[in-house]
């Protein structure tokens, strides 16, 4: 028996809709690496991370950090001077820093801060206290009845053993330091809570 006109053309649409799918992403995603090595490595010095980095890594990950954080300083005003240091703007991320990373953490949403540049700005303590009660830490501001309520919507980590926190402690301290971009007007390198 022969199928229907109608079961024939959704059969060839959905072969047809797979074939641009497959085309696109060939193109997008296959390619390039092929055509232009500079996207897989790099001429500068990138980080190689350690095992506990790694680790680190995978706590993030599984702590969906990345549901609420990015790790990509756009190339906009605002995005260089908010995440910049000691009133020096962040540098635009740039390809080549990734080329390390096994899981690629942009993301989308802004729910909290960028992270591309968060390394080295504060100091491991400073972490640990601050993923143990992030609401008590950082922008504070007057609600309608004048009492001060906390800016920050992140949830707690406490329930991470210390292992966990240090792993995640030493990977977010590597982010943004492959580039020595913490200098003032003059070149000196400014001061930084880990050597």
Not at 62 to 67: F, K, L, P, T
């Amino acid at each position: 028996m022969k199928k229907p006109a109608f079961e024939r053309n959704l059969i060839i649409l959905a072969i047809g809709a797979f074939a641009v799918f497959a085309v696109g992403g060939i193109i997008t995603t296959i390619i390039p690496p092929l055509v232009d090595r500079r996207l897989v490595t790099s001429d500068y010095p990138v980080h190689a991370y350690t095992e506990q980095e790694q680790r680190g890594v995978q706590v993030y990950l599984s702590e969906g950090c990345v549901y609420c954080h990015t790790q990509q300083i756009r190339h906009l005003e605002s995005d260089k001077r908010r995440y910049g240091w000691r009133l020096v703007d962040a540098p635009p991320s740039e390809s080549w820093e990734y080329v390390n990373d096994k899981f690629h953490f942009l993301g989308t949403k802004r729910t909290g801060p960028d992270l591309a540049r968060v390394g080295g700005k504060y100091s491991d303590e400073w972490h640990r206290a601050h993923f143990k009660d992030p609401r008590n830490m950082g922008e504070k501001f007057k609600d309608e009845t004048g009492k001060y309520q906390s800016a920050s919507v992140m949830p707690s980590f406490k329930h991470l053993t210390d292992k966990e926190m240090d792993d995640l402690i030493a990977y977010i301290q590597t982010l943004g330091r492959n580039q020595n971009w913490r200098v003032d007007n003059q070149g000196r390198p400014l001061n930084d809570y880990e050597d």
